[in-house]
């Protein structure tokens, strides 16, 4: 897992910084309207890369657990019929 990395450009014209935030394949542009807005178009692309890296991190965890999951259900199915064959052989 990578964390979305936000990209600044230079300067345009009016002094506004473009930036973009790549997100697993999907670039997204965030552009100021003016000098003035470059600190508030940063915090805006900051936030998306961290939405998208904490997203990331939260899948990975989910399948973590849903491997986790299958596993134990797996394990749970096996410890079943072992009990179900056990029981067959204990003379009623």
Request: a negative charge; aromatic letters at 2%; proline letters at 2%.
């Amino acid at each position: 897992m990578s964390a979305a990395q936000v990209v600044e450009y230079g300067a345009q014209l009016n002094g506004a910084r473009r930036l973009s935030v790549d997100l697993d394949g999907v670039k997204v542009l965030v552009e100021p309207a003016t000098e003035a807005d470059n600190k508030r178009a940063r915090q805006v692309a900051q936030r998306i890369a961290d939405v998208e890296t904490d997203m990331a991190a939260q899948q990975l965890a989910l399948d973590g657990l849903q491997h986790a999951n299958e596993a134990l259900a797996t394990r749970v199915h096996e410890l079943r019929a072992q009990l179900a064959g056990a029981e067959s052989e204990i003379p009623f």
